[in-house]
C-alpha cells in the first residue's frame, strides 16, 4: 500500500508570500516541501479526513448533526481551515509530503465508501509519521540556519493516509495546534535559493537526531529543561557528527575540543562563539551533574543560535564543493 505523509507547520518567522514557494522536491520517494500562504488546497484530503474522524466521534458521544453528510464534512471543514488561519496569523505555512510503501494490515473493522474508506489498524502510521517528520525537521533546520533571530516553528498537523487503487483513500488522523504573537519577515529571493540548495543538502546528510532535537528545542509548547535538554543533545551531536564531516584529526577528541576544530574550520573570526560553547558546557554540567536554579536561567536560546550558525556555514561550505 502507498502511504502518504501530510504535515503542516506555522513558520512563524517569514511573513506569508504572495505565492506557493518550492523549497524541495523529489520522485523517489516523492517527497515536497513548500512554503504556502494558504494551504486549504494542499491539505484538503487531510482536513476531509479530520472532519471525517471528528463526525465520528460526534456520531458516538454527541447529539445527531444537522445536514447531509456531505454538508457536515464541508462544515467541520470550514471550522478546522479557520482555527488553522487564526493560529498562524499572518505567518507562512510550511507544508511537507512524504510517501512510502507499506505491506498492509488486514484492518479488522473497515468501512468503504466511493472514494474513502476508514479503517482502524490498517497500516503501522508510527514508522509513517517518523518518516515524514525527518523530512519537516531538516526542512526547518535549514530554514532556522538562515534566519538572524530566534526562529519558530509550530506543528499545526499532521496525517497519515493510504492510497489504494491509484485514488481510494484510507484514513488514519492526526492533529493539534497552538497560537502566539510574532515579528514575521518576508521571505527574499536569495533565502528562497538558500532554502532549495541547503534543503537537498540535509536530504543527504545523517544529521536526523539533530534536525529532530532542534525541532523538540523550538517547540514553544516544551518544558524549559526540557528545551534546554534537547537544544544541548542536539549541539553535541552535531557538533560530533560535524567534525566527522569535516574531516578531524584523530587527536581532535572532546565535545569542546570538536568544537573548537569546527568554529576555526568554518570561520575563523568565530573564536567569541567558542569561548561561549565553553560557558554554556559548565551550564549543562551544573544541570545535569549537581542541579541549578530556576529554568528562566538556562540559556537555551544561545544554544539554538550556536546550532543555526554553524548549520548555516557548514551548508555554505558543502554548497561550495
Request: aromatic share 8%.
Amino acid at each position: 500500500m502507498k502511504v502518504r505523509y501530510l504535515g503542516l507547520y506555522a513558520a512563524h518567522s517569514f511573513a506569508q508570500p504572495t505565492e506557493t514557494l518550492e523549497i524541495y522536491r523529489s520522485d523517489d520517494p516523492s517527497t515536497l516541501a513548500l512554503l504556502t500562504p494558504s494551504p486549504d488546497e494542499l491539505m484538503y484530503l487531510a482536513d476531509r479526513g479530520a472532519a471525517l474522524a471528528n463526525l465520528l466521534l460526534r456520531g458516538i458521544f454527541g447529539p445527531p448533526c444537522e445536514g447531509t453528510p456531505h454538508e457536515q464534512i464541508a462544515k467541520v471543514v470550514g471550522d478546522i481551515r479557520s482555527e488553522r488561519r487564526k493560529n498562524a496569523g499572518s505567518s507562512a505555512f510550511l507544508f511537507v509530503l512524504r510517501e512510502t510503501q507499506l505491506e498492509p494490515a488486514i484492518a479488522p473493522t473497515r468501512r468503504d465508501f466511493a472514494d474513502f474508506s476508514i479503517a482502524f489498524g490498517a497500516f503501522e502510521k508510527t514508522e509513517v509519521l517518523e518518516v515524514g517528520r525527518d523530512v519537516a525537521e531538516r526542512m526547518i533546520a535549514v530554514m532556522a540556519s538562515r534566519i538572524s533571530d530566534h526562529p519558530e516553528f509550530d506543528r499545526l498537523s499532521e496525517t497519515a493516509f493510504g492510497i489504494e487503487n491509484g485514488d481510494h483513500i484510507v484514513y488514519s488522523f492526526t492533529m493539534g495546534g497552538s497560537a502566539d504573537l510574532r515579528v514575521s519577515r518576508r521571505i527574499t529571493s536569495d533565502q528562497l535559493q538558500q532554502f532549495r540548495r541547503d534543503s537537498a543538502l540535509a536530504m543527504q546528510l545523517d544529521l536526523r537526531n539533530v534536525f529532530a532535537l532542534l525541532q523538540l528545542a523550538l517547540d514553544k509548547r516544551a518544558e524549559k529543561v526540557q528545551a534546554f535538554v534537547a537544544a544541548w543533545s542536539a549541539l553535541e551531536i552535531m557538533t560530533t557528527e560535524m567534525s566527522k564531516h569535516l574531516s578531524a584529526p584523530p587527536t581532535v577528541e572532546g565535545v569542546k575540543t570538536r568544537f573548537e576544530f569546527i568554529v576555526n574550520t568554518l570561520d575563523p573570526m568565530g573564536g567569541p562563539d567558542v569561548l561561549v560553547f565553553r560557558e554554556l558546557y559548565r551550564v549543562r554540567n551544573r544541570l545535569f551533574h549537581a542541579g541549578i536554579g530556576a529554568p528562566a536561567d538556562l540559556p537555551t536560546r544561545e544554544i539554538i543560535r550556536l546550532i543555526r550558525t554553524y548549520l548555516g556555514k557548514f551548508f555554505d561550505r558543502r554548497g561550495k564543493r
